[in-house]
């Protein structure tokens, strides 16, 4: 709260959740990095083993104040959790890192340092910027799914992470005191993501090297990606869900488009290509009226738009109609099911090159 008096200058906040092997090393490395520095370590844990009791033990010898809040009822998962640190500490500033030390301590003073200065309210450590390294990540398949989901998160809110290259990386310095917690509305893990969205706060980043983990066993899950795209469904309800109403609209027409063509004898192939043409022009019209219209203004021109959308949807047509070629010869599918198989895939590639592209501010 501003003009509040707090005891220390900065709180880590430290979400756990099954972490004890982490905890001695990761407050043995804050306090060295954190050393002179008026700051305290607050663990909020929703942990089903003794990683509780570990932070107490640790707190006995440690150089800088460390306190645990265990949840017996972690309500709305590590972004509760985060906020639930937000509402206990006793600084205006916090830090907010993962427990099992792939966010290295020794990059918090430079958050500290970095969002105390009166231009920013939030400033994330990105792996995706320059200087920045993701190579902690677990295999390829981490990484892919990392950048990938990045990218739809970005064409999502392409306003409000225009210069966020990582805003979903779980470690970040803000200024709490700038912060409204009545706005938030913790439903999943991205903490951060739900801040920058939710509110107006001034975004900065600074690199930094993704480690790979200390102790225990990754906590990421088929769950927690159903989990992350609800929260970026419920997020962004308008601008997605108007793209994809649309793009329903459109799905219905080419595969009527289809049926009724190849109803009067011509080839399913030609059939998808005269449906896709169509109804290419016709989401682009609908999608500059009903869904960016708000970003024309800063966008290049109307018949660049167009180019480009036109374009790009016909290489994706390029691809997608042989796909279905291979559906309905080799598999024995139905023309007008492999359509809206391949239409329900391209449906996000397609929302995301509108956004960062087509839409992108000049």
């Known amino acids: 709260m501003a003009g509040a008096t707090y005891a220390h200058d900065l709180t880590v906040i430290v979400p756990t959740y099954n972490e004890s092997g982490n905890v001695a090393e990761l407050v043995r490395r804050t306090a060295l990095a954190l050393e002179g520095l008026n700051a305290a370590i607050l663990f909020v844990d929703d942990s089903t083993d003794d990683t509780a009791d570990v932070v107490r033990e640790v707190a006995k ?82 990484h892919l799914v990392s950048r990938g989901s990045t990218l739809v998160t970005r064409a999502m809110f392409p306003l409000r992470l225009r210069h966020v290259t990582d805003p979903m990386t779980g470690f970040f310095a803000i200024d709490v005191s700038k912060l409204s917690l009545a706005t938030l509305k913790p439903r999943g893990f991205k903490i951060l993501l739900e801040t920058i969205v939710r509110t107006n706060l001034r975004v900065a980043e600074i690199p930094f090297d993704f480690a790979d983990r200390f102790a225990g066993d990754s906590k990421a899950s088929l769950m ?7 929260q970026l469904t419920l997020l962004r309800f308008g601008k997605m869900s108007a793209f994809a109403v649309i793009g329903a609209l459109g799905a219905v027409a080419n595969v009527a488009i289809v049926w009724l063509l190849t109803e009067f004898g011509m080839d399913y192939i030609w059939a998808a290509i005269i449906a896709a043409e169509v109804t290419i022009v016709a989401n682009f019209l609908l999608i500059e009226r009903f869904v960016f219209y708000d970003m024309k203004g800063a966008a290049r021109g109307a018949w660049r738009r167009f180019a480009s959308s036109f374009v790009f949807n016909n290489v994706e047509s390029a691809v997608r109609i042989p796909v279905m070629s291979l559906m309905v010869s080799s598999w024995g599918m139905p023309s007008p099911i492999a359509t809206a198989i391949t239409l329900a895939v ?17």
């Open 61 to 142: 010898t440690a150089p800088l104040p460390v306190s645990v809040i265990h949840r017996d009822e972690p309500v709305n998962g590590l972004g509760g959790a985060v906020v639930e640190g937000f509402q206990a500490a006793a600084s205006a500033i916090c830090v907010v890192m993962d427990g099992d030390l792939q966010h290295p301590p020794e990059k918090i003073r430079e958050l500290y340092a970095r969002v105390s200065e009166p231009d920013v309210d939030i400033v994330a450590a990105s792996r995706y910027m320059g200087g920045g390294d993701a190579s902690g990540l677990a295999d390829v398949t981490r």
């Open 224 to 230: 927690q990606g159903v989990r992350f795209f609800q």
């Open 346 to 362: 391209a449906f996000v590639i397609r929302f995301t090159f509108h956004s960062l592209v087509v839409y992108k501010p000049r």
